[in-house]
């Protein structure tokens, strides 16, 4: 069976050269001819738009890129306050306040592929109608490339604010596009709503299921009105506020109401390392010849061989709360400075690796002397320098040395189900309070948020009835905080909350743990110098290249 988001058809690239160019056709690509005049190789062109090329060293290592940082070496956390990378490898600039439209790290390719992607998508419905096939087929694969067209609108849009919308056009390298209106940017509004009513056309053409030729990781109704929900969320809050909360409840509900996702009773850790189960709404799918990166060595701790990759921070530790619902800075929490680790929210084990964590049949360590997993122990070039190591998608089953083709089959979600009772909680209780049920729901902000709490695994405490809207707004962040790490949400949820200038500008805290005897000693240091935020960063520069090629009239962001 193919694998739906990644295939080998995505060689197929289409060339906009002249056919006289060369004498010799390229054998890496097919001439447009050949892809319109077979059904099956302009619907396998379609699939492959779920990727894009690889335009940065270390992205997409194994595959191409798909939406997103998604599964790479250095992960879109390592830009927030959830961890940093440990080798750098174009982070740490981000972090440091230092992104200038010459210089944009890991945060450099967002525009070029984005656009190549809904380039990609403009040929096709520019094309579609001259492709034999059924009238049904062809509106559902139109749909399909709205939505992937969309999703990439909304990368954009949530990286740098009003863009430049494309419509339908599926411009070449021949073509004289220095008409000022074809640069011209539009506002935040005009971007999401013209991306909204694209998903509204999606919504229309996809089937409510995959199956009967329509595989797993290929889009349904149910993707597009979830993505929809994001944006709506996003257009209400503060950073955007160019629509309403109750318009992102409406959102939310209509995936609700498909009464199709439920939350994933397997197990916070397992639903990670589980296809297509009942929480996944739009998910990346891989298979043995198309795996991604190896997880388990890129992240592991230097003890095993592991490459420590993405390191937790204490920002996000000290962040989980007691088991019993109580925040660790709560005298009455029962948080034990001596043994922090014990009794935290059932989601910090499954997220985090600290000293004492029980690991591939053993225990990590980074204590000092003598830990294996500190920088006393083998390959210490790769000690975490946080004092953690990431535990979130890795799958003890996968081999961590030599893994090379035997390991790397994790989903990656784009959208699962708990994402959207978090869309539905927040704008519900902007929009009416905590414990008032929207119209034509069944759920409060509260109820929605106990259904993720209650996860079976986690077992959290339910929030009680009463809370003030100021509370249950604190209750929901900290459910995205913890419930979404490594999600790639962090990072535009405090940009969106207009919240960044608080939360990264504070150190990137690590831990030091001490051995003495049989005790073990606590203290925090900064694991990375010089984090750093300023308003400018809100919205990400547009890298100088893509200017200098409008002939400098795309306009730039503010302050860059």
């Known amino acids: 069976?193919?694998?739906?988001?990644?295939?080998?058809?995505?060689?197929?690239?289409?060339?906009?050269?002249?056919?006289?160019?060369?004498?010799?056709?390229?054998?890496?690509?097919?001439?447009?001819?050949?892809?319109?005049?077979?059904?099956?190789?302009?619907?396998?062109?379609?699939?492959?738009?779920?990727?894009?090329?690889?335009?940065?060293?270390?992205?997409?290592?194994?595959?191409?890129?798909?939406?997103?940082?998604?599964?790479?070496?250095?992960?879109?956390?390592?830009?927030?306050?959830?961890?940093?990378?440990?080798?750098?490898?174009?982070?740490?600039?981000?972090?440091?306040?230092?992104?200038?439209?010459?210089?944009?790290?890991?945060?450099?390719?967002?525009?070029?592929?984005?656009?190549?992607?809904?380039?990609?998508?403009?040929?096709?419905?520019?094309?579609?109608?001259?492709?034999?096939?059924?009238?049904?087929?062809?509106?559902?694969?139109?749909?399909?490339?709205?939505?992937?067209?969309?999703?990439?609108?909304?990368?954009?849009?949530?990286?740098?604010?009003?863009?430049?919308?494309?419509?339908?056009?599926?411009?070449?390298?021949?073509?004289?596009?220095?008409?000022?209106?074809?640069?011209?940017?539009?506002?935040?509004?005009?971007?999401?709503?013209?991306?909204?009513?694209?998903?509204?056309?999606?919504?229309?053409?996809?089937?409510?299921?995959?199956?009967?030729?329509?595989?797993?990781?290929?889009?349904?109704?149910?993707a597009a009105l979830a993505l929809k929900s994001r944006l709506l969320l996003y257009a209400a809050s503060p950073l955007y506020a160019t629509g309403t909360w109750q318009e992102a409840v409406t959102a939310a509900q209509a995936v609700i109401g498909l009464n199709k996702y439920s939350i994933y009773t397997g197990g916070y850790a397992n639903l990670f390392l589980t296809n297509d189960n009942n929480e996944a709404i739009f998910e990346r799918l891989y298979t043995k010849n198309a795996n991604h990166t190896h997880l388990e060595i890129a992240n592991g701790p230097n003890g095993y061989g592991g490459w420590g990759g993405n390191?937790?921070?204490?920002?996000?530790?000290?962040?989980?709360?007691?088991?019993?619902?109580?925040?660790?800075?709560d005298p009455a929490s029962g948080y034990d400075v001596n043994n922090p680790y014990v009794g935290r929210d059932k989601r910090f084990y499954a997220t985090i690796l600290y000293n004492g964590a029980s690991y591939r049949g053993n225990t990590v360590e980074t204590f000092t002397p003598g830990g294996k997993d500190s920088k006393d122990g083998t390959d210490n070039w790769n000690t975490s320098k946080t004092g953690y190591y990431l535990k979130k998608y890795m799958n003890d089953a996968y081999p961590l040395l030599n893994p090379w083709g035997n390991a790397g089959f994790q989903p990656w979600f784009y959208i699962r189900y708990a994402e959207i009772l978090l869309n539905f909680a927040e704008a519900a209780n902007e929009a009416y309070g905590a414990d008032a049920v929207p119209s034509g729901s069944t759920l409060s902000a509260r109820t929605a948020l106990n259904q993720i709490r209650q996860r079976p695994g986690v077992g959290m405490p339910d929030l009680p009835a009463g809370l003030s809207q100021s509370q249950m707004r604190d209750a929901i962040r900290y459910e995205r905080r913890v419930e979404l790490a490594f999600e790639e949400h962090r990072f535009y949820d405090v940009r969106r909350w207009k919240i960044a200038d608080v939360t990264e500008n504070k150190p990137a805290g690590g831990i030091i743990v001490t051995k003495t005897g049989s005790t073990f000693t606590y203290a925090t240091k900064v694991a990375l110098d010089g984090r750093h935020f300023e308003s400018k960063h809100y919205w990400l520069p547009i890298p100088r290249t893509e200017i200098q090629a409008s002939n400098n009239k795309i306009q730039q962001n503010s302050g860059y």
């Open 311 to 329: 390191l937790p921070l204490q920002n996000l530790v000290d962040d989980y709360e007691m088991d019993n619902g109580k925040p660790i800075t």
């Open 1 to 222: 069976m193919r694998n739906i988001i990644y295939t080998a058809f995505i060689a197929t690239v289409i060339t906009s050269c002249k056919k006289d160019f060369l004498s010799v056709q390229p054998t890496d690509r097919l001439p447009e001819e050949y892809i319109l005049s077979d059904s099956s190789l302009f619907e396998d062109y379609i699939v492959a738009r779920y990727v894009g090329i690889k335009l940065q060293d270390k992205e997409g290592d194994g595959t191409n890129p798909g939406f997103g940082r998604g599964f790479d070496y250095a992960l879109w956390s390592s830009l927030t306050d959830e961890s940093i990378y440990n080798n750098d490898d174009n982070t740490w600039l981000v972090q440091k306040g230092l992104l200038a439209p010459e210089n944009t790290g890991i945060a450099g390719t967002i525009w070029g592929r984005s656009y190549r992607g809904i380039r990609d998508c403009n040929f096709a419905i520019s094309n579609i109608a001259n492709v034999k096939m059924t009238a049904a087929h062809r509106a559902r694969l139109i749909a399909e490339l709205k939505f992937i067209r969309a999703f990439r609108y909304h990368d954009l849009i949530r990286n740098y604010g009003g863009i430049i919308l494309m419509g339908d056009s599926a411009h070449n390298l021949t073509d004289n596009l220095q008409d000022d209106a074809f640069f011209k940017r539009a506002s935040l509004k005009e971007s999401i709503d013209y991306a909204v009513a694209e998903l509204d056309d999606a919504a229309n053409g996809l089937p409510l299921n995959n199956g009967d030729g329509w595989l797993p990781g290929r889009a349904t109704k149910g």
